[in-house]
């Protein structure tokens, strides 16, 4: 069975910083890794998605790595802002999991001015 | 191009009445997923649908729930007869196709009272 951890479980951080969230699964079979962010009461937003043949995705300031043979993700987040306060969420699709995702609990990133 | 469109977005129940939630998936999209998060938990798959099929429903608890994706109309997740434990707010997301990038909606919190 698939499980999903993330590291910190929650961050706070001056404005300006350069950060890492850690993600970790322990079925290395698998499709593709996405990484989420969830602002409160609301539904989630994709930012990157990684396929199991890549070793990683950029998007701006964000740069998410994947090592699949040790079970590790990383998300980079650059020159950090206040409107990056959210928890973020990495999910991962099992190799014959139909694509369905099994989330980490998230890390819950706070930036302040 | 409209997003995944979720309704209601709140919604109040009593226990021993019936709960409906709806999912309209992105425009050319097939493939719906719905997943829930119970309060101080991660988010969990419940089920997945092709048009008029469910292709795994491995998440979803033995009684009481159900889900159908017709081939006109949007999804549903119904829930007979609620308990206060499925108080939660209910996600569904949408791909093109199977593995590819998942879409989620705003969701539905449920509250039964």
């Known amino acids: 069975k698939q499980e999903v951890t993330q590291i910190p479980a929650a961050l706070s951080v001056p404005e300006g910083e350069n950060l890492v969230l850690n993600c970790s699964f322990t079925?290395?079979?698998?499709?593709?890794l996405q990484w989420f962010r969830q602002d409160p009461g609301k539904g989630l937003t994709s930012l990157l998605l990684i396929q199991s043949s890549q070793r990683e995705q950029t998007s701006g300031r964000l740069n998410a790595s994947l090592d699949k043979s040790s079970g590790r993700s990383t998300l980079y987040i650059a020159a950090s802002q206040p409107g990056d306060s959210a928890t973020y969420l990495c999910?991962?699709?099992?190799?014959?999991?139909?694509?369905?995702?099994?989330f980490g609990q998230g890390t819950i990133l706070t930036v302040h001015p | 191009n409209a997003g995944v469109m979720q309704n209601p977005r709140h919604l109040v129940r009593r226990r021993g009445q019936e709960a409906r939630l709806r999912c309209s998936p992105m425009k050319g999209h097939s493939h719906v997923y719905w997943y829930r998060q119970l309060p101080e938990e991660g988010l969990k798959f419940m089920v997945y649908l092709q048009k008029e099929n469910i292709i795994d429903e491995s998440g979803m608890p033995k009684e009481r729930f159900s889900a159908e994706f017709p081939k006109e109309g949007p999804s549903i997740l119904r829930i007979q007869q609620v308990v206060r434990g499925d108080s939660a707010a209910y996600f569904c997301?949408?791909?093109?196709?199977?593995?590819?990038?998942?879409?989620f909606g705003p969701g539905t919190r449920l509250t039964v009272t």
């Open positions: 999910a991962v699709a099992g190799g014959t999991s139909y694509g369905k995702l099994t």
């Open positions: 997301a949408s791909s093109p196709r199977e593995f590819y990038e998942q879409y």
């Open positions: 079925d290395s079979a698998i499709y593709n």
